[in-house]
Nanobody
């Protein structure tokens, strides 16, 4: 059972940056695909970004392209989300999700990820 712990959230002014971390409890995490989802108040959760096990395959939602970067350090069992040029509409609880199952496509749905972190709040003020 892999446990995921997110950190790095907080309050930042519009235009600022934050880096989120998702640390896993097991080394097998290096073979898992990982995504970041977010849920804003009153909205459905949405996938923000994804990274394959090797770090080569990535996906970004249109709303964050060019501003967010996902990366992973498999030696440290950690995935990072660098968020730049933050906007008030980025305010949400951000969740790290991981799954060990290999797929020929990028999993986009929440039910395609078996392991979840507890979430970290990101608040962007105007």
């Amino acid at each position: 059972q892999v446990q995921l712990v997110e950190s790095g959230g907080g309050l930042v002014q519009a235009g600022g940056s934050l880096r989120l971390s998702c640390a896993a409890s097991q080394r097998t995490f290096s073979t898992y695909v990982v995504a970041w989802f977010r849920q804003a108040p009153g909205k459905e959760p949405e996938i923000v970004t994804y990274v394959g096990w090797s770090g080569v395959s990535t996906y970004y939602a249109d709303s964050v392209k060019g501003r967010f970067t996902i990366s992973r350090d498999n030696a440290e069992n950690t995935v990072y989300l660098q968020m730049n040029s933050l906007k008030p509409e980025d305010t949400a609880v951000y969740y790290c999700a991981a799954d060990p199952r290999p797929r020929r496509y990028i999993p986009m749905r929440r039910d395609e990820y078996n392991y979840w972190g507890q979430g970290t709040q990101v608040t962007v003020s105007t």
